[in-house]
């Protein structure tokens, strides 16, 4: 049996072949240990470390000694949100939003029984934020601003520039989680008055297990305390062997995003645009979750009201798509994005997320419409045909 057509990008990416090109020597004869500087084959491995970061570093307008690697951007929130929580022992206020990814809610609720207040600003009916929400949510106590660029269920970019211009103006840190930008929009940290920032490679068709977490250290020098204990790697930050072959592999995923960016985002959108338009046209009920305009070209997340998301996903075998986001999607919960934006629980319950990817074709979104509409339009006909017999016996 043929695999289904793969529309989960925003859960995970197939690894690039070039990628996993690029690593295999790190795998095989180039083995060495980043830190054994003293022979050739830890310099080696230093070497393609530091030459990886330089990479990494540039990729958001940073420097070098700003990026510290992690082994994903779960672990880089952490050590952003604690590290820093860690370092402030007088104030005491983080803020942060309704649509946040877990891995940020969760290290917020995690500091907040240690005595953070931890502020969740709403968002608007199409999952943005007003920047000005956030401004009136400061006061003396606040010390950290969270706010992801863009959102992994919906898609919506989020008015960064100006929550870190409100940040810088008053000395606030800013710290952002771009896992689903980056590779996507352009991320410059100083103009963007960006503090912290967290990446992940496996988004960007770059190997799982590897991240970073960019730390500014001019114009503020930001402090934090380190969350694993050992070796004191980089820069006594985050302790642990560096995994050499994921960070080659991350450098090289950054590159070819780099090269492509421009012509996959239209490749994207007109992709996206067109399995929106498909699926719209035979069911013109479908709802379009989160802003037309402000939303990442390879996202599209809709809504088919009166009909569980689940018996769409299991009926359409020939698709890998998600309901709710990714890691939340083993629990049946309604989405808490879907909740944010106003969402009942039984619409939120009917929403799918599909997300395109480098290696979808437009013969793969033709199919996945058809796949869509007929099984959509079968639930529809079973859910009449029930109702008539309901009917016909009362
Ligand atoms: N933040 C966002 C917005 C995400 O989409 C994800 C992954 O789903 C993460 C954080 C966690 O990233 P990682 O899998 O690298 O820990």
Known sequence: MS?????????????????????????????????????????????????????????????????????????????????????YKKNHQIITQSTEHSAVIDTCNSIKRKGWSVVKVPVDNHGLVDPKTILNSINSQTVLVAIMHANNEIGSIQPIKEIGKICKDRDIIFFVDACQSYGKLDLNVEEMNI????????????????GFLYVSQKKPKIDLEMQIDGGGHERGYRSGTLSVPLIVGFAKAVEICEKRQKSENLKLKKLR??????????????????????????????????????????????????????????????????????????????????????????????????????????????????????????
């Not at 990416?13 to 054994?36: H, I, Q």
């Not at 070497?47 to 690697?69: G, H, M, P, Y």
């Not at 035979?282 to 088919?304: E, K, M, Q, T, Y």
């Open 3 to 87: 695999k289904p057509i793969y529309l989960d990008n925003q859960s995970t990416t197939p690894m690039d072949p070039l990628v996993l090109n690029a690593m295999l020597p790190f795998f095989k004869e180039k083995f060495g240990n980043a830190s054994s500087i003293h022979h050739p084959y830890g310099l080696e491995a230093k070497d393609a470390v530091e030459k990886a970061r330089l990479v990494l570093a540039k990729s958001i307008k940073a420097q070098k000694r700003e990026i510290i690697f992690t082994s994903g951007a779960t672990e880089a929130i952490n050590l952003a949100i604690k590290g820093v929580a860690a370092k």
């Open 195 to 210: 503090n912290m920032l967290a990446v992940t490679g496996h988004k960007i068709y770059g190997p799982k297990g590897i």
């Open 273 to 394: 645009d067109c399995l929106y338009h498909g699926i719209k046209n035979a069911h013109p009920d479908v709802i379009l979750n989160g802003s037309f305009d402000n939303r990442l070209n390879h996202n599209l997340n809709v809504c088919f009201p009166d009909i569980d998301a689940e018996t769409i996903v299991m009926k359409t075998e020939g698709i890998a798509c998600s309901i709710g986001s990714a890691c939340g999607s083993m629990e049946r919960k309604p989405s808490h994005v879907l909740k944010a934006l106003g969402y009942s629980n039984e619409l939120a319950h009917s929403a799918i997320r599909f997300s395109l990817g480098r290696f979808n074709t437009m013969e793969e979104i033709n199919r996945s419409i058809g796949i869509i509409n007929e099984t959509v339009g079968h639930i529809k006909m079973k859910k009449i045909k029930r109702k008539s017999r309901f009917f016909n016996k009362v």
